[in-house]
Every structure is written in structure tokens, then in C-alpha cells.
């Protein structure tokens, strides 16, 4: 299968919209050929969202624990079946390579099983009181919420929002990216074709600031999650505040990672390179700096470097493609803009470090060394397939370097000595921490990070409580 198969829309009360006020040109990253024209949405057009999501919030909230596990379960079921064609979709509208958006529909699949789970553990306690007395403390769904996703996982990113707060009892509107609409189209109509109540999910696309402040400025909007940069998620907060709205906010990284003398030296070389240039370093825990023990500095960058030269780049519809091309053309101009700073600077590239000639926004995975603190790159989520490899002598100063930057989404050491790794865990200013791992997401555990890396978790039991509101009820 190799056919950009979906009808590009607004889903908006059980009604497919095919015009708007304007058309976005959705582009494969892999040749610069516009696959499809997707209509941008007009305040009229969001105000029937906003409709919809209000009388749709009554109507979910009650349906019975049944009902939602069922309408969820079967999305998931959909999901599957449908793997191939979503997975072929996200990898034409962003680029990566087929088999990483195979295993992204599998993933979102049992995060949608796992919250049709948590619908029958919602539940809230009862408080210890005197015979005849009774304190509750319940948890409410928040009310119609507002997803503002991404492009970088189009498969995940719109069912990480939606099952949680469908799970809650939540109506909510969708706003996927323009650059990979198709793919978000097909993961909710899994869940309306699984049964979901036409008011109770509207999928809207159109200019990103004109959508977030007309909808984020409605009443109506009880909750806004959104995951994106940190200057955005900064600017959708200040909005927020105006209505005293809930946010959960997950924001761009700069993850560090340490690497101890006494780790599995060839372990860490192997994650490391297959983790830093998964989905072409797009990826909000994608490890970036790396700090090395001095012992086994050389031998790590020499690790690294061979591995990222040996990479296979392409369209991600190759089956023998390793590394797709980045999502859009900003991309590849900003890790330019970074890497020549870098270089200028006196850092040293050890592979990589340019362009990749021809159609497509690709550029080469990248390691460099020596990187001067005052580089940019040093300060600026790359957001790209480049590895930061700098020498340290003391654990100290590479956890006051890991800690240096506002970021504090992911964080990383590999080391064999058990001591060494809980100071590590402990000391690490992050959200997500791994130890001779990076596999940061799993179903029943919160992903989310602190500092300005935002706040809030999505996945686990975190991901539903973040759709909920908690009530105490006293009786006398
Ligand atoms: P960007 O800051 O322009 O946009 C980031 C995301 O926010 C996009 O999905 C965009 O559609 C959305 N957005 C932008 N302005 C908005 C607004 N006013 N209201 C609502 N949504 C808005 O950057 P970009 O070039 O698209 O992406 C690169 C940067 O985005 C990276 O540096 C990275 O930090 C961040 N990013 C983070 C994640 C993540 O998983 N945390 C995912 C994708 C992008």
C-alpha cells in the first residue's frame, strides 16, 4: 500500500466539511509533492464545534461506564485493523519510516485499550467521619476540552488526548496539525465508527492563532491540552488565564544524558543512536546532550558517529529506510542555522553535519564534539537528528550541566553501579528519567515534564485525572 488514501475535512457534529475559508497544501516531506488541499476552518464553522461540544458533554458524561469502555475498546480494535492504511498516511504526510509509524498506531492502540480500562477507575473515596456522617470526595469530568497535537507523532498525539478525556466523560474539539491532517481524520474516525455520539468529537484545522484564540476565548472550553513548543504553550497559558481555564502543557526538551565509565558501553552506543535519530530526532525526548565520561569519551563518539553515518536515509515508504526526511522545510533550515553556528564556534563534526542534496526536506544524522558552551545548539532544542558529545571527569559537574537549562521533560544515564544510579535518578531536574533505558512512553506510566518543559502528564492514570475536576461532598 503506498496511496495517501483519506478524505481531507473538517469533522464538525457528525458532519464532514470539505470547504472552509481557505485551503492549507498538505506536502510529503519525502519529494515536496502536495498529497492533498485541506480546508481551513471559519469562526463560523468553530462556533459549531463549540456547539457540538457542548451539547455533547451532557450526553457522553452520562453514558454508562459501559458504553465508553465499549466505544473505546472498539476504537482501539479499528485501530488495528487499520494499522496499514493510518501507518501508510502518517508516513507520507511526515516522513517517517514506515515500520516507526506501524509501531505508533500499535502504541496508541493500547493506550486506548488502557483507558477503556481506567472508564470502571475514575472513582474517588469515602472520608472517615462519625456514625450517621459521610464525606466523599468525587472526581467530575472537567467539561468540553480543547487538543491542540502536533505533527511529530500524528498517530499518537490525537489518541493520547482524545481516549483519556473521552474515558473522563469530557466532549472535546480537535485540532491536529495542518502538515499531517489525514492521519489524525482516520484515528477519530476509528472512534466514531466504533460508536461515538456525533456531537461529542469535532476534528477542526485552520490557522493555528486565529483557531486557539477563538476557541480558548469560549466559554464554553473548560480545558486546553496542548503539546508543542515552549514559546507556544507560554503564549496559550497567558490566553487561558483569562478564563481560568486548566492547562496541561507538554513542551519541547534538551534531554541530557550521562554516561558513566562503569556502564555497558556498547549498550548505551546501540539506544543512544537508535533512540537520537528515531522519527529524525523529532522528538520531544529525543537525547540530545550527550556528557561522557572522559575514560570512555573517545570511544563513545566514535560509536556514535559510525553508527550515524552507517543510517540508511530515504522515503519513509522504503522498506530499507532507516531515517525519513524531517516533517517540513523549517526543519532542515533550522538545523542548518544551528549546526554552522555550532562549527563556527570551534565545535567538530564527526558525522553528518549537512544537507542531504535533492527532493525532500533531509538532512544528514549529525555528531558533533567539542561543542563550546556559548553555540547555540547548547542552549536551543535542535528538535533534529543531532547528537551533542561533550568529555566530563566528575558526576558533579555533569549534573550541574544536565540541570543547566530550563528544560525538564526527559533525562538520561547509563551506568552498571546501582549507588551511582539512584544519585542520578534523584538528582536529575526532569519529568521522565531513564537508567540504561530510553524508552520514555509507556500506557500506565505519566509522561509530562517540569520546568519549562510544562506541566500536567498524559498516559497512565495522570493522562484521565488530567480530564477531571474533584469535588468534596459532606453530609451531615
Ligand atoms: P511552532 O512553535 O511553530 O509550532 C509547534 C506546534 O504548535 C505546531 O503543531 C503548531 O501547529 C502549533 N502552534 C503554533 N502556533 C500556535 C498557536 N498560536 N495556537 C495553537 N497552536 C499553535 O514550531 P514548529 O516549527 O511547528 O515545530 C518545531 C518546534 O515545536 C520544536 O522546536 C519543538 O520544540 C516543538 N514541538 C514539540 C513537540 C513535542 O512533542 N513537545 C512536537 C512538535 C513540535
Not at 93 to 119: H, N, T
Not at 353 to 369: I, K, M, N, W
Not at 371 to 394: K, Q, T
Amino acid at each position: 500500500m503506498n496511496a495517501y488514501e483519506t478524505t481531507l475535512g473538517l469533522f464538525i457534529d457528525g458532519q464532514w466539511h470539505t470547504a472552509g475559508t481557505g485551503v492549507h497544501e498538505v506536502i510529503n516531506p519525502a519529494s515536496g509533492a502536495v498529497l492533498g488541499s485541506l480546508p481551513l476552518a471559519s469562526k463560523g464553522q468553530l462556533d459549531a464545534a463549540l456547539d457540538a461540544a457542548a451539547r455533547g458533554y451532557p450526553l457522553w458524561r452520562a453514558a454508562s461506564t459501559d458504553e465508553k469502555a465499549a466505544v473505546l475498546t472498539g476504537a482501539a480494535r479499528l485501530m488495528r485493523e487499520r494499522s496499514e492504511r493510518i501507518a501508510t498516511l502518517a508516513t507520507l504526510e511526515q516522513g517517517k519510516p514506515i515500520s516507526e509509524a506501524r509501531g505508533e498506531v500499535g502504541y496508541a492502540a493500547a493506550l486506548i485499550d488502557f483507558y477503556a480500562g481506567e472508564v470502571r477507575r475514575g472513582h474517588g473515596r469515602v472520608l472517615a467521619r462519625p456514625a450517621g456522617m459521610r464525606s466523599l470526595v468525587v472526581h467530575e469530568p472537567v467539561g468540553p476540552a480543547l487538543a491542540l497535537c502536533p505533527w511529530n507523532f500524528p498517530i499518537l498525539n490525537p489518541a493520547r488526548k482524545l481516549a483519556p478525556a473521552l474515558a473522563a466523560g469530557c466532549s472535546m474539539i480537535i485540532k491536529p496539525p495542518e502538515e499531517a491532517p489525514g492521519t489524525a481524520i482516520e484515528v477519530v474516525r476509528c472512534f466514531i465508527d466504533a460508536g461515538l455520539p456525533a456531537p461529542v468529537v469535532s476534528v477542526v484545522f485552520g490557522v493555528p492563532d486565529m483557531v486557539s484564540r477563538h476557541l480558548i476565548a469560549s466559554p464554553i472550553i473548560r480545558k486546553i491540552s496542548f503539546t508543542g513548543s515552549v514559546p507556544v504553550g507560554k503564549h496559550l497559558m497567558k490566553l487561558a488565564a483569562d478564563g481560568m481555564k486548566r492547562t496541561t502543557m507538554e513542551l519541547g526538551g534538551h534531554a541530557p544524558v550521562i554516561v558513566m565509565d562503569d556502564c555497558d558501553l556498547e549498550k548505551a552506543i546501540t539506544m543512544a543512536s537508535a533512540f537520537k535519530f528515531r522519527n529524525a530526532g523529532q522528538v520531544c525526548v529525543s537525547p540530545t546532550r550527550f556528557h561522557v565520561h572522559e575514560a570512555v569519551h573517545d570511544r563513545f563518539l566514535a560509536g556514535m558517529a559510525a553508527r550515524a553515518g552507517a543510517l540508511q536515509l530515504g522515503p519513509g515508504m522504503d522498506p530499507t529506510t532507516q531515517m525519513g526526511p524531517l516533517a517540513n522545510p523549517r526543519r532542515p533550515a533550522a538545523m542548518v542555522g544551528l549546526i554552522e553556528d555550532a562549527v563556527r564556534s570551534g565545535a567538530r563534526v564527526a558525522a553528518g553535519g549537512e544537507a542531504q542534496a535533492g527532493d525532500g526536506f533531509f538532512y544528514r544524522p549529525t555528531v558533533l564534539s567539542d561543542v563550546p558552551m556559548a553555540a547555540r545548539i547548547m542552549h536551543e532544542e535542535p528538535f533534529g537528528p543531532v547528537a551533542l558529545v561533550r568529555a566530563f571527569s566528575r558526576i558533579e559537574d555533569a549534573i550541574t550541566e544536565a540541570n543547566r537549562l530550563p528544560f525538564g521533560l526527559a533525562a538520561y544515564a547509563f551506568t552498571e553501579n546501582a549507588r551511582t544510579a539512584n544519585i542520578l535518578s534523584d538528582a536529575l531536574e526532569a519529568g521522565m528519567v531513564g537508567i540504561n533505558t530510553m524508552a520514555m512512553s509507556a500506557v500506565d506510566s505519566p509522561f509530562g515534564g517540569v520546568k519549562e518543559s510544562g506541566h500536567g502528564s498524559e498516559d497512565g492514570p495522570e493522562g484521565m485525572r488530567a480530564f477531571q475536576v474533584v469535588k468534596a461532598i459532606h453530609q451531615a
